[in-house]
């Protein structure tokens, strides 16, 4: 009984609060993305939406990492194209290429950066330690992937995440 009503309780605090995201409540991710989006540094799918168990896209975990740098993604006019897959206005370029500039992401042996494609963990990790500025210690302790998964677990990138 008691559970229920906290349960009642706290939904009915969500729809008074526009700053909630309705379908994170009662997950495992809901004081992570109430925090997050108080904090202005993600914004969801819509105003209530987060969507906490759908895949990230690469482009989305770019702006994401930009928004939490709180770097400019704004795109230059000078910036010369590096991505095949990628034009200028892409939704995604600004985060993308601002990455991209500061040495954080690349593209694959084509020149594409494959933005729709789903973020994997190897991936995350190697733009979370290179964020952080771990970029030489990972290279040289095994490059990628090894040495920015053995960074980020060191870094505590993966606590609490059951399935790395």
Known sequence: MVAMYRKRRRLCQATADSQVFND??????????????????????????????????????????TSILNLDTTMSVSQPRMFYDIDRDYWGAGAIYALYNLGIVNGDENRNFNPEDNITYDEASKILVSALGYTIMAESDGGYPSGFNLYAQRLGLYDGIDDV
């Open 24 to 65: 994170c409540i009662d997950t495992p991710y809901y004081d992570a993305t109430d925090k997050l989006k108080n904090l202005g540094l993600v914004s969801g799918y819509s105003r209530y939406e987060f969507r906490p168990y759908n895949d990230i896209t690469r482009a989305e975990f770019c702006t994401l990492v």
